[in-house]
């Protein structure tokens, strides 16, 4: 699995329940998914800073660092409406 790929814990705005989603966190800080229990449309914004991760494939011919940007997460990431502009 990559470095980036992270089992994310969400709360629901709407029905308030918690639910885990496969995410990027080096992908878009912005993403719209819906709750598997509800089925409300959710806004997910990552915010805060991005951080910058190095990665060495060791034993790979020719291998070079990799540097990726990830955004670091709380325990569990509070949905929005999608609806509502910010």
């Known amino acids: 699995m990559q470095e980036s790929m992270k089992r994310q814990k969400i709360r629901c705005w709407q029905c308030k329940e918690i639910f885990s ?3 990027d966190t080096a992908g878009e800080p912005t993403l719209t998914r819906a709750c598997p229990y509800c089925h409300a449309p959710l806004k997910l914004a990552f915010g805060g800073e991005p951080q910058n991760i ?16 990830v955004y ?3 325990e569990i990431l509070e949905s929005s409406d999608p609806s509502l502009l910010h």
Not at 56 to 61: E, K, P, Q
Not at 63 to 69: A, G, H, L, M, V
């Open 54 to 69: 190095i990665t060495v494939m060791r034993g790979a011919a020719r291998s070079q660092p990799q540097e990726i940007t």
């Open 21 to 23: 989603l496969l995410i």
């Open 72 to 74: 670091q997460l709380p």
